[in-house]
């Protein structure tokens, strides 16, 4: 069964202080891990798909990387906008089902 | 991506009774999904729902207390039948426009049971 744990949990940083997410999974051949940013009160909304390790994606100030084991999302220089809720999630097999982690609850202090 | 709509966006029900919740898509989707989210949780799949046919359940979820339909590729339906306490959470839709592609989500159904 695939296993998602992202840590930490919550995260409070300063405006400008970088830092980064981790996402471990364990799974069966992976056909995609994804990041996804879940504000209050609203659905996920889509921020990356990586495919291989060594892959990288870029958005402002997000990137994604991804390893064999583990999947990392940099911020950096956050702005109090950024806060939210960060999911991974992923994919496997021939499968549709996507399993997500319990995510990482980012506040970012003016 | 397409955008997703829910109806309701939240309710307030009593134990023993059932809500349908409605999902519309603006525009054809290949796939359909039903999420819950409790509080604090991640999301977990209840099911995938099939055009034209019985929707696919996942373990822990059956169709006689979670009734899905879908009759075309832009609307989809979730019931929960017989509400317990134990069923408030967020209920989210979630659709794929191709096979490969990424999922989308709608803005969730905030249901209490009281």
């Known amino acids: 069964e695939d296993q998602v744990t992202q840590s930490p949990e919550a995260l409070r940083l300063q405006e400008g202080e970088s830092s980064s997410l981790n996402c471990s999974y364990t799974?069966?051949?992976?056909?995609?891990l994804f990041w996804y940013r879940q504000d209050p009160g609203k659905g996920p909304e889509f921020l990356f798909t990586?495919?291989?390790a060594g892959e990288e994606k870029e958005k402002e100030r997000l990137k994604a990387t991804l390893t064999k084991k583990e999947s990392f999302l940099h911020i950096t220089a956050p702005k109090p906008e950024d806060s939210a809720t960060y999911l991974c999630a992923v994919r496997s097999g021939g499968y549709q089902k996507v399993t997500f982690g319990t995510g990482t609850k980012l506040q970012v202090i003016p | 991506s397409a955008v997703i709509s829910q109806k309701p966006s939240r309710d307030i029900c009593q134990r023993g009774t059932s809500l349908t919740i409605q999902c519309q898509v603006d525009s054809q989707v290949t796939m359909m999904f039903w999420y819950r989210q409790q509080p604090g949780q991640s999301l977990t799949l209840i099911a995938t729902a099939n055009q034209g046919s019985e929707a696919t359940y996942e373990s822990g979820f059956v169709i006689d207390k979670f009734p899905i339909s879908r009759p075309n590729l832009t609307f989809s339906t979730l019931t929960v039948s017989n509400m317990s306490p134990e069923d408030s959470s967020i209920y989210l839709c979630s659709g794929k426009e191709t096979w490969d592609n990424e999922q989308f989500f709608g803005p969730g159904t905030r249901l209490t049971v009281l």
């Open positions: 990586l495919y291989s």
């Open positions: 799974v069966s051949g992976l056909r995609g």
